[in-house]
């Protein structure tokens, strides 16, 4: 839905597709919260994601938008760290809370934020000036240039290793810390850890970068910085001390990501440029993690899944590299 979803955007407005999106949330979530079986559960997850999906390419674009080039990986680091948010509240509120009461209740507390988040950009959010009338009519130049599938593709391929690599941490990290001994509950609480730097390590990322001009080399950094991490989880004699350097190292770099492809692709190319950069993300992020756990099966060692992330984080490395140096190259033939 990815690429149809930036489709939609250009045709009737990205505001109204991403309210669209939120409604199909909202939908999704009370189905799977009332259901009784697994095919109707299996049906409110699947509306959800295709909401989730039109929101998050919406989004991008909408802020993109907004800042242009400037400050754009401040404003995209904003907009990302609502992702680890949501991921660390989720570790710490909706499992004591499901515990407490039911799964249901604790999934339809998830309808009420949807709620919320609908009003609010109903209420709140305005196109920006310049895109008024672009966002609501078909333009012909919103196709995109064989160049800008290409770094679309790159770029998409760089913010999927990135993030694969994170969740696979955070996936496997309560099972890990099981296996020491922990309770459920208590190993959620702590592989929280790894989420909460992110709150200050992601904006923080995007000032620096665009304040310094030193985005590339930040980003650099943190990569390299994950991928020695990572492998070494299980060895630290503190886990939380190192899931909160995890955390803190993996941030600042989102933000700089998120700005490569509306660094490059034209104003009316963003949506579908966008819907490709998010089908990469969703193609990874559905088939990659699997791999982590099919490595920890084969081989039987705990800190398999951690090896295979800290290689995604490689790749991430080598398809960045690739993306700057067409982005020179094509700079180059502009001038």
């Not at 200050?200 to 980003?219: C, E, F, K, Q």
């Amino acid at each position: 839905m990815a690429i149809p979803g930036g489709m939609l955007g250009g045709r009737f407005g990205d505001k109204r597709v991403a309210l669209f999106g939120l409604i199909l949330m909202v939908i999704g979530s009370a189905v799977t919260a009332g259901s009784n079986e697994y095919l109707t559960a299996l049906v409110g997850r699947i509306v959800s994601g295709t909401g989730a999906v039109l929101l998050n390419v919406l989004l991008a674009k909408m802020v993109a938008d907004w800042f242009g080039d400037r400050d754009l990986a401040t404003a995209m680091g904003i907009l990302v760290v609502s992702w680890p948010v949501g991921i660390g509240l989720a570790l710490v509120v909706l499992g004591p809370l499901s515990v407490a009461t039911s799964w249901t209740f604790a999934l339809q507390s998830s309808t009420g934020v949807c709620v919320a988040a609908f009003l609010f950009v109903a209420l709140l959010y305005r196109d920006p000036v310049i895109s008024n009338t672009k966002a609501v009519k078909p333009h012909p130049a919103s196709r995109l240039t064989r160049q800008e599938l290409t770094f679309a593709s790159l770029s998409g391929a760089v913010w999927t290793f990135y993030n694969v690599a994170y969740i696979i941490v955070v996936s496997f990290a309560p099972l890990l810390l099981a296996d020491r001994g922990l309770t459920a509950a208590n190993a959620a609480v702590i592989s929280s850890a790894a989420t909460w730097p992110l709150v200050m390590s992601v904006p923080l990322g995007g000032v620096l970068a665009d304040r310094t001009g030193r985005g590339v080399a930040i980003m650099h950094a943190c990569f390299i910085a994950m991928a020695v991490c990572m492998p070494f989880m299980l060895m630290a004699p503190s886990p939380l001390i190192m899931l909160a350097i995890i955390g803190i190292v993996a941030g600042p770099a989102a933000g700089i990501i998120m700005a490569m492809p509306a660094r490059v692709l034209r104003p009316e190319a963003r949506s579908l440029g966008m819907g490709v950069y998010f089908t990469c993300y969703y193609i990874g992020m559905a088939v990659l993690p699997g791999f982590a756990g099919w490595c920890r099966d084969l081989s039987g060692v705990a800190a398999a899944p951690l090896i295979f992330a800290s290689l995604l984080v490689i790749i991430a490395i080598a398809c960045a590299v690739l993306f700057q140096r067409l982005e020179k190259r094509s700079i180059k033939l502009a001038a």
